[in-house]
């Protein structure tokens, strides 16, 4: 069992920055890739970051790329989604999610293949 608890949404101007944690606990060794996704008001949960186990690997959604980062600090079992240059259409709830038993350099943008998720972070880009 691994447990997920995201922090650092906010209300935020356009142009501005966030930073959002994940913290883990439980099964908080390091075999777990992890993953950011996001679900906006009358839409899907979708897609927006993944880092493999290594923190070598790295995937984002086109719509992020360029603006935001994802990194993670297995020492301290979390993640974080650094957001920059925000957007209105950034507006979200914003998910971490873990995914276990893969191997070191394996990261995933699919949803199905993680295992446990966060309650979520709300973030609010205003124009």
């Known amino acids: 069992q691994v447990q997920l608890v995201e922090s650092g949404g906010g209300l935020v101007q356009a142009g501005t920055s966030l930073r959002l944690s994940c913290a883990a606990s439980?099964?908080?060794?390091?075999?777990?890739?992890m993953g950011w996704f996001r679900q906006a008001p009358g839409k899907e949960r979708e897609f927006v970051a993944a880092?493999?186990?290594?923190?070598?690997?790295?995937y984002y959604a086109n719509s992020v790329k360029g603006r935001f980062t994802i990194s993670r600090d297995n020492a301290k079992n979390t993640g974080n989604l650094q957001m920059n240059s925000l957007k209105p259409e950034d507006t979200a709830v914003y998910y971490c999610?873990?995914?276990?038993?893969?191997?070191?350099?394996?990261?995933?943008?699919?949803?199905?293949?993680?295992?446990?998720w966060g309650q979520g972070t709300q973030v609010t880009v205003s124009s």
């Open positions: 439980g099964r908080t060794d390091d075999s777990y890739a």
């Open positions: 999610a873990a995914a276990l038993g893969v191997s070191w350099h394996y990261a995933s943008v699919r949803q199905n293949e993680y295992d446990y």
């Open positions: 880092i493999s186990r290594s923190g070598g690997r790295t």
